[in-house]
């Protein structure tokens, strides 16, 4: 069963940028679409972005498009998620989130059901 790991969450003023990184010790994220989800206090989980295997095919929610980019490396065995422009309601636990798949390339979807293998979390606070 796979375990992921999330990591570089923090602390940033509005503006400004931060890296979240996704990891699986002892398994082969390769085989996984990779989504990354976010739930901030009082409101429910959403989708924010997703990858294909291969990392051919992304997805992102309107809210962060044109501001975070999605990416993999599958011989590195790590999924970023770039997060550019952060704003204040960007404040979240962010997740990264596993699906099986036999498909190298199909559309990824940010639909929190699709996902089977979630990660802690990590926390990501922007604010002045």
């Known amino acids: 069963q796979l375990q992921v790991v999330e990591s570089g969450g923090g602390s940033v003023q509005p503006g400004g940028s931060l890296t979240l990184s996704c990891t699986a010790p002892?398994?082969?994220?390769?085989?996984?679409?990779i989504g990354w989800f976010r739930q901030a206090p009082g409101k429910e989980r959403e989708g924010v972005s997703c990858?294909?295997?291969?990392?051919?095919?992304?997805n992102y929610a309107d809210s962060v498009k044109g501001r975070f980019v999605i990416s993999r490396d599958n011989v590195k065995n790590i999924v970023f998620l770039q997060m550019n422009a952060l704003d204040t309601e960007d404040t979240a636990v962010y997740y990264c989130?596993?699906?099986?798949?036999?498909?190298?390339?199909?559309?990824?979807?940010?639909?929190?059901?699709?996902?089977?293998?979630w990660g802690q979390g990590t926390q990501v606070t922007v604010s002045s």
């Open positions: 990858i294909s295997r291969n990392g051919g095919s992304t």
């Open positions: 002892g398994y082969t994220l390769e085989y996984y679409v």
């Open positions: 989130a596993g699906h099986l798949t036999w498909s190298q390339n199909s559309p990824c979807s940010t639909d929190n059901g699709d996902y089977h293998y």
